[in-house]
């Protein structure tokens, strides 16, 4: 039997650095909330040991590489399994735009698997296991709206934010998670005032929530990208609330609260930005 699973994208409401440890890895706290732009994932059994995978994207490989094949490589190994899997993964998440598409991905493998081989393993198992792929499986496996700590594996459930529609807006590049982290002084952080983020959560509170969205990598990509900075100027002049990148970008998104505005700032971006979205929360409708 086929089985079928979502990997919505997520947009980060807030990206903090709060420290690096000897071994490297950052010490982050994230608000993220999932969108409602996904990709299909289709799990084919097999009954011999062995991992395929395919996407419909010339920027995603074919092979070991693929977080969703990794993400099945680690529940095999994890729990002896010997049994396979044909992993056809239908992309509709821009690649390599901040917005968690390959986390997505191996966090729907990490589901799906669960539940076709009847595993019984509890999200945050999954989640922490999931840590391993990159930081934003954890809150992947999970969805909806949450806090992400430590190295992205603590995940603590938040309020969904106010119903509101997303636009996104990707120019034609893709960038390296690694690299912006590489660059990103830790003296020089302004950081985001989470707790006010968390209390517009709670409140529903559209103007609060906007007001202090923030991502501490923004300032290393925009650099870098001055086209990203630019489509950032442009979604504050044409009237979104809250503007701000995601992940490590290049995706920026502006949060409006009406339906029509989101369209008419649609329609000024499309003429010179590569991509354009318009979507609403996941779930939200
Ligand atoms: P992150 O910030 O976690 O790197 P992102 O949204 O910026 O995420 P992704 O779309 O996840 O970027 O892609 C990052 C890299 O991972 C790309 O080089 C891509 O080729 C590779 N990749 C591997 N598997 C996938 C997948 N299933 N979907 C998308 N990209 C994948």
Redesign the pocket.
Known sequence: MVLFEKAPAKINLSLDVLGKSDDGHHDVEMIMTTIDLIDRIELHPLDYDLIEVT?DNQ???NDE????YKAADLIKRNYNITKGVYIK?E?H???????????S??AAVLRGLNRLWKLNIPLHELAVLGVSI???VPFCVYGSTAIAKGQGEKIYYLPQPPPCWVVLAKPNI??S?RTIFQQLRLEDIVHPNTEEIIDALHKKDFSLLCGNIGNVLEGVTLKLYPEAQRIKEKMTMYGALGVLMS??GPTVFGLVEHESKAHRIYNGLRGFCHEVYVVRMFGHG
């Open positions: 996407a920027y995603v490989p590489r693929n977080l969703a993964i992309k998440i821009p690649v390599s735009a901040g917005l968690g598409g390959g986390s991905d191996a990159d930081s934003d893709g960038v998670t992940g490590s």
